[in-house]
């Protein structure tokens, strides 16, 4: 169902450093003004510190961070020190963002150190996910 | 005397170091070896290939295909050569040449070429590339995905390939962050310049332009507007021989009325002495897993070219939605395309009443489009503000320099429509015969994701 527009809070979305997969943010970017969030779409290619400015300057309720290449871990270095331990916000990670089995042992782990603190797989997941932090 | 200025015809004062993109690379060969090299090669070129296939009404089949080191390269190539007789091959470039980390490119050619997602002819250089091809039968094209390609284009010129795909429209929007309109399209008109120089000393360049853009549910306007500003760009450099190349979009009526604009648009918006060829790219988007359903997409993309009478098709593979594929699957996907081209397998009379409707429609989305940007007086000006309000646009862009404001939906047929039209210029005699916009974003959500996903869903 359609929530009013802008109602729900500010999302900031985009892919990371390496990562030129576009499309998902495009879809997610819908399905969350449908949901009547208000949307940054800073599409692909978003250092850490992209990120947390962009997060930082539209006061983010949630920060949705698209992986596609399995670089995350790489890309989002600096990530926990740019968004630093004032306000935080829930860093939200998905697609598929680590090569197969990876080197570390539990790759969650290692993008936890990252900054990231949740993990979805599907849409509905990550809706569920902000609407129980809103 | 310079070896441009002994070249009939070149701008008088022509030293090497201002020859278009030769002057970015001082350590490639003097104009005048290259020339030398094409006259002692007598290499066919693409050019005649194109020709060719228009003449006996038949289009030329083209893989996609790149591997990082030059033996599998060359082995890649001949195995394709020798399964399927493709009348023209590729060189699929790897991405750190496109991006121009070239010294990357040519570390990770040191260390690891498997590594690499496709040919890195920088790293290899133009000597190996003449190697190659004159043990190949078929001319080579380059096919990569740079915002900026002049410092391939000179590889390319210095190793005597007669083909560079791209321009500055196709190759940015989809590809690059903040890299700003301008420059590509400053970029692009050098390497134009540069395809000029060469067809004007006898050995034409052609040069392709990219309509699948990020290959996901192009509306076929939107194929059209960008190939054909980017055709008037390279035009108005001097380049003669262009190809205008659109994805295929799964609705065969459709697909065949787009092929069937490219040729009256290129005699209304190209100069007279442009030849232009038409090429379809078979399905761009999201594949089927299964084989039995590729092979299907891919035969129907082969009998859309067939009943289009286009001049080339690229092929795709029964692999496409697992990785980058193999010579096996590459052979398998030429001959089957052959196989829909023969004529021989499928010949059943069109719909033509449908395919004049759907190529009426089209005509006049593009008109709308790109109609006013030609006519104004500095078309890279005029692109550049078109895109800043988003009365030019494309689905999904990369880069922020595109609105990204036009949602790509298919109707109960298949054929793709307008979910969201952004700020689109279309007429309102044009509106009136388009499908109704989705104004609820929830159903265009749903809209978009089934076009995207159409033929990849059970």
Known sequence: MTAPRNTRGTVVIGSTESDAHVVPIFLLSLELENRGYRVENLRCFNSAQSFAEAARALSANALVISNHNGQAYDDLHGLKEALGAENPIPVVLGGHYYVGTGDAADPEAALRDRGVTHFVSTVDGLIDLLEAGS | ?458
């Open chain 2, 1 to 458: 005397m310079t070896a441009a200025r002994q070249i009939p015809g070149l701008v008088p004062g022509l030293v090497p170091d201002l020859i278009p993109c030769l002057r970015l690379a001082p350590e490639l060969p003097p104009l005048q070896d290259i020339l030398g090299h094409l006259r002692e090669a007598a290499r066919p070129s693409v050019a005649a290939r194109m020709m060719a296939a228009r003449q006996r009404g038949r289009a030329v089949v083209q893989p996609r295909c790149g591997v990082g080191s030059l033996a599998g390269m060359t082995a890649l190539l001949r195995q394709i050569e020798a399964g399927a007789a493709p009348e023209v091959l590729t060189l699929t470039i790897d991405s750190h040449t496109r991006l121009e980390r070239f010294a990357r490119a040519a570390e990770v050619l040191a260390q690891a070429p498997e590594r690499l997602n496709g040919f890195p002819m920088i790293a290899h250089g133009y000597g190996a590339v003449r190697q190659m091809a004159a043990g190949l039968h078929a001319p080579l094209q380059v096919r990569h995905g740079s915002f900026d390609g002049r410092r391939l284009f000179a590889e390319t010129m210095a190793a005597g390939l007669s083909s560079f795909e791209g321009g500055p429209i196709g190759y940015n929007l989809p590809y690059c962050k903040d890299i700003p309109i301008r420059r590509s399209i400053a970029a692009w008109g050098e390497i134009d310049e540069a395809a000029a120089l060469l067809t004007e000393a006898g050995f034409p360049v052609e040069r392709e332009m990219f309509g699948s853009l990020t290959g996901v549910a192009v509306p076929p306007s939107i194929a059209l507007a960008t190939t054909l500003l980017e055709a008037r760009l390279a035009a108005d450099r001097g380049v003669k021989v262009i190809s205008i190349a659109l994805p295929q979009g799964g609705n065969m009526v459709q697909d065949i009325a787009a092929l069937s604009c490219i040729a009256p648009l290129a005699a209304e918006f190209l100069p007279a002495d442009v030849t232009c060829h038409r090429v379809l790219h078979q399905f761009m988007g999201v594949f089927p897993t299964d084989r039995a359903r590729a092979d299907g997409l891919i035969f129907t993309g082969g009998l859309t070219a067939r009943f289009a009478g286009v001049e080339k098709v690229i092929t795709k593979t029964y692999e496409e939605a697992i990785g980058i594929p193999g010579a096996e699957a590459n052979i398998a996907g030429l001959n089957l395309t052959k196989g829909a081209l023969s004529g021989k397998l499928c010949d059943l009379p069109l719909p033509q009443d449908a395919i004049a409707a759907e190529r009426a429609q089209i005509l006049a989305e593009v008109r709308d489009l790109i109609g006013p940007l030609i006519a104004a007086p500095n078309l890279p000006a005029a692109i550049e503000a078109a895109l800043a309000s988003g009365e030019l646009d494309i689905p999904f862009p990369a880069n922020p320099v595109a609105r990204g404001l036009i949602y790509p939906v298919r109707d109960q047929t298949g054929a793709l429509r307008y979910g969201r039209i952004g700020n689109l210029p279309f007429s309102e005699r044009t509106r009136a015969t388009m499908a109704e916009p989705l104004t609820d974003t929830g159903a265009l959500s749903e809209a978009v994701r089934d076009a995207i996903t159409y033929f990849s869903r059970p």
